[in-house]
């Protein structure tokens, strides 16, 4: 389906089975808005190159200003663990 998002998701192809078996995870900042998001296949370590990274940033309303993928690469090869690294 053109316009489908999910099919540049390489390691899901056109078999939808393979996202419902990604856990997330997420980090908050003090007034708990999502600053990273990741994801990954269920029970990945969060030190392996496995995720999928996204950064969000807000103004000071709390509205979303940007949102970013690790590196613009659409790939779950990025580590959890460096995701501050990963966008500066």
């Not at 390489?10 to 995870?25: I, K, P, Q, T, Y």
């Not at 997420?26 to 990274?53: C, H, M, P, Q, R």
């Not at 000071?60 to 966008?87: G, M, Y």
């Amino acid at each position: 389906m053109a316009g489908n998002r999910f099919t540049d998701f390489s390691e899901v192809g056109s078999n939808w089975d393979g996202l419902f078996d990604r856990e997330m995870r997420a980090e908050n900042d003090v007034n708990g808005n999502a600053i990273y998001i990741g994801w990954a296949k269920g029970g990945s370590a969060t030190s392996a190159s496995v995720w999928l990274i996204k950064k969000f940033t807000y103004d000071a309303n709390d509205a979303v200003t940007r949102s970013q993928i690790a590196n613009n690469n659409l790939s779950f090869s990025f580590i959890w663990d460096d995701r501050v690294a990963i966008f500066t």
